[in-house]
């Protein structure tokens, strides 16, 4: 059972403009989100994390919005650059000690 | 910042050996280090998890007589396949606890075949 999902696998942007992937959970206990990127045959690199008490954290041109009634959490990249093209996984948590991941969109952003 | 040494980071090993994986943190203290796999087109799933001077709790599903492993330090855990078949072909990831993102680093990964 899913309890972490990204619906859309893959998503094509021009450069300098936002790309926005969406992320959506089941387990209403889940209280703290993170946002990973990840290169081929590379290991997940850490972009950014939102608790549950928050709905919205920015860091540079990486902004994390969270709905909790709608348990929908969003990744805004603005401006898109190429080198922003990667996979990028959602996760989850309610314990803090196991994570739930997504199963990743492709992000290819067109120079 | 934090950083999780895992190697190697590809191996190619024959039906019926072993392999091993070493997950290492460099520059702190990871009392707890995870353990994932990852299929084709699909989440990582953690296959276990791991504690200093403990045995490792694994998943459902996931055979521990297959997958040994071993947290004997602080800064080094180690996941070994054994009897490997093609099936055990994947992308094995190590996690320890300390360092960004909520306190958790990844090491960068080991692509396991087996032929």
């Known amino acids: 059972d899913q309890q972490v999902k990204q619906n859309s696998p893959s998503l094509s942007v021009q450069e300098g403009r936002i790309s926005i992937l969406n992320c959506d959970y089941t387990n209403s206990m889940f209280d703290y989100f993170l946002w990973y990127k990840k290169y081929p045959a590379e290991g997940p690199t850490f972009l950014i994390s939102?608790?549950?008490?928050?709905d919205k954290n920015e860091d540079g041109r990486f902004t994390v919005f969270l709905n909790k009634s709608a348990k929908h959490l969003s990744l805004h990249i603005v401006p898109s650059q190429p080198g922003d093209s990667a996979v990028y996984f959602c996760a989850a948590s309610s314990t803090g000690n196991q994570f739930y991941f997504g199963t990743g969109t492709s992000l290819t952003v067109i120079p | 910042g934090a950083v999780v040494s895992q190697h190697p980071s590809r191996v190619i090993c024959k039906s019926g050996t072993s392999v091993k994986i070493e997950c290492r943190s460099l520059?702190?203290?990871?009392?707890?280090m995870f353990w994932y796999r990852q299929f084709p087109k699909k989440s990582l799933m953690l296959m276990a998890t791991s504690n200093e001077g403990s045995k490792a709790t694994y998943e459902q599903g996931v055979e521990k007589d297959k997958f040994l492993i071993n947290h004997a330090s602080l800064t080094l855990s180690t996941l070994t396949v054994t009897s490997a078949h093609p099936e055990d072909s994947s992308f094995y990831i190590c996690?320890?606890?300390?360092?960004?993102?909520?306190?958790?680093?990844f090491g960068s990964g080991t692509r396991l075949t087996v032929v």
């Open positions: 520059d702190f203290q990871a009392t707890t």
């Open positions: 939102i608790s549950s008490i928050k």
């Open positions: 996690s320890a606890r300390g360092g960004s993102g909520y306190g958790y680093t």
